[in-house]
T-cell receptor, first 112, second 112 residues
Framework: EPEVTQTPSHQVTQMGQEVILRCVPI?????FYWYRQILGQKVEFLVS????????KSEIFDDQFSVERPDGSNFTLKIRSTKLEDSAMYFC??????????FGPGTRLTVL | QKEVEQDPGPLSVPEGAIVSLNCTYS??????FMWYRQYSRKGPELLMY????GNKEDGRFTAQVDKSSKYISLFIRDSQPSDSATYLC????????????FGQGTTLQVKP
């Protein structure tokens, strides 16, 4: 069964550094998402991406964040100048048309 | 009033019990209703997806939606220790980018 994959599973970085989180969505899906879950808190929407552009972003998704689909398979989230409060699980999700979203296993980001 | 309310639990039941998990919501624009299961430090896994009031059954799981009361439920019959996880309700409006709004999650423990 096709699934969303994410790399790395765990990323440790120093405050102020840039990180890139990578996702491979399910191949025939058209909509792509990033969500964040701070430990003990709810899953929060960050951004949605369709037709090679951002279709919606949350208040969390400020200039520090960017997304890209550099080729036909990968979908990346870049966080510039990481802060301690960026430590969280980051989930990628994808969906076909009107169906719901399928999530990847997540990347645990630890900012020291 | 919060957009989505879900009792975080924890909820502890003996093996074989019927489990009832609930969420209330305030946004009348929500048209799609989902339940996800999340094991510790893993991605949300889709369990049930529906867009109409009424019941939907899949094996031991039944999802119930009452749009008039803005209330959704997930019932688990013959609960197993492997059902021990956090259960997330999620909501989506129609015709938009597909952003999901999650509840806090209810932690369930099924004791053998």
């Amino acid at each position: 069964e096709p699934e969303v994959t994410q790399t790395p599973s765990h990323q440790v970085t120093q405050m102020g550094q840039e990180v890139i989180l990578r996702c491979v969505p399910i191949s025939n899906h058209l909509y792509f998402y990033w969500y964040r879950q701070i430990l003990g808190q709810k899953v929060e929407f960050l951004v949605s991406f369709y037709n090679n552009e951002i279709s919606e972003k949350s208040e969390i998704f400020d200039d520090q964040f960017s997304v890209e689909r550099p080729d036909g398979s990968n979908f990346t989230l870049k966080i510039r100048s990481t802060k301690l409060e960026d430590s969280a699980m980051y989930f990628c999700a994808s969906r076909p048309t009107e169906d719901t979203q399928y999530f990847g296993p997540g990347t645990r980001l630890t900012v020291l | 009033q919060k957009e989505v309310e879900q009792d975080p639990g924890p909820l502890s039941v003996p093996e074989g019990a019927i489990v009832s998990l609930n969420c209330t919501y305030s946004n009348s624009a929500f048209q799609y209703f989902m339940w996800y299961r999340q094991y510790s430090r893993k991605g949300p896994e889709l369990l049930m997806y529906t867009y109409s009031s009424g019941n939907k059954e899949d094996g031991r799981f039944t999802a119930q939606v009452d749009k008039s009361s803005k209330y959704i439920s997930l019932f688990i019959r013959d609960s197993q220790p492997s059902d021990s996880a956090t259960y997330l309700c999620a909501f989506r409006r129609s015709g938009n980018t597909g952003k999901l709004i999650f509840g806090q999650g209810t932690t369930l423990q099924v004791k053998p």
